[in-house]
């Protein structure tokens, strides 16, 4: 504690402390090191760090996948502190929603493919609990993972579209030992499931290699077949897309930012992931 007194004194230091930029993290918790990977990111480039963990109803349009979705606050407090964070706003849904959010956002064609065709509303949803979010926290940076590939593309077009002040950072995947991506949704699977998704990454790995002589229906025809042998797992889609437009090409030459992006069931888990086949832009 200090005692000040003279203005300039107490200006300063008020001043030094509205200059403090602020880093956020948006999860929905049940949080793993994917997550950490976001969270030390953000310690590392701000002076505070908030991370915020809400299980966001607005975006499930499956009401079972958001009952059953894990809720572990005790433990992610536990594992945030031990890295450092400052604050984490862990709100009550009537905190965020005093009111019905009745907003609808327009992401052009951004979101009428994979996941946002998939799971109609989604990423309406995803864009009212983010903007919300971003309004509260006020954050300098915003860290989402890349393992979200769609919703990162859409969260900077929501922060285009809105003129938000603030800077979206991208950030890689995090895998498990075995190349499966880190997810929240992999508790839910038994030990036999959790072995068998490894093979969606083998795939999309080993799809690399197999692109340089393929043409693109082959190269889809190649991951989508090689998951569905194994007796778990279930694409629901597999698009090779351009990765600023999202929207599906056909040709490797049409574009020089190419990612794949996968969504399948192994059990009664959805699981997303993706790879990026090109990137020289
Ligand atoms: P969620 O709690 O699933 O909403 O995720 C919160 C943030 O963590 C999102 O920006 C995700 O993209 C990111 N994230 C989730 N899993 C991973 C991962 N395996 N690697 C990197 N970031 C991730």
């Not at 077949?225 to 090409?249: C, M, R, S």
């Not at 993706?274 to 020289?280: A, G, P, Q, S, W």
Request: with cysteine; aromatic share 8%.
């Amino acid at each position: 504690m200090v005692v000040v007194s003279t203005i300039v004194d107490l200006q300063s230091r008020l001043d030094s402390i509205k200059k403090l930029s602020i880093g956020f993290v948006p999860t929905m918790g049940a949080l793993h090191q994917g997550h950490i990977s976001l969270v030390k990111k953000s310690i590392e480039e701000n002076d505070i760090t908030v991370v915020s963990i809400f299980v966001n109803p607005t975006q499930f349009n499956d009401k079972n996948d958001f009952q059953k979705y894990p809720r572990t606050l005790e433990q992610d407090a536990s594992l945030l502190e031990k890295v450092g964070v400052d604050i984490i706003f862990a709100p009550t849904e009537k905190e965020i929603y005093p009111e019905p959010d009745t907003r609808k956002f327009d992401f052009g064609m951004l979101d009428k493919v994979m996941e946002g065709k998939f799971r109609p509303g989604h990423f309406n949803g995803v864009a009212q609990v983010v903007s919300k979010l971003f309004d509260i926290v006020k954050p300098n940076k915003a860290y989402f993972g890349e393992k979200d590939f769609q919703q990162l593309a859409i969260i900077r077009t929501m922060v285009k579209q809105l003129n938000l002040p603030l800077e979206i950072v991208g950030m890689p995947i995090m895998r498990e030992q075995s190349g499966l991506a880190m997810s929240s949704r992999n508790e839910r699977l038994t030990a036999e499931e959790r072995a068998e998704a490894a093979i969606i990454y083998k795939q999309l790995s080993e799809s690399l290699k197999y692109s340089s002589d393929h043409n693109i229906e082959e190269t889809i025809k190649y991951v989508t077949e090689g998951i569905n042998d194994a007796k778990h797992l279930e694409v629901e889609y597999f698009d090779i897309v351009d990765g600023n437009t999202l929207q599906p090409i056909t040709d490797w030459n049409s574009t020089d930012y190419i990612v794949g992006c996968i969504a399948v069931f192994c059990g009664n888990v959805r699981l997303i992931d993706n790879i990026t086949y090109k990137r020289t832009n």
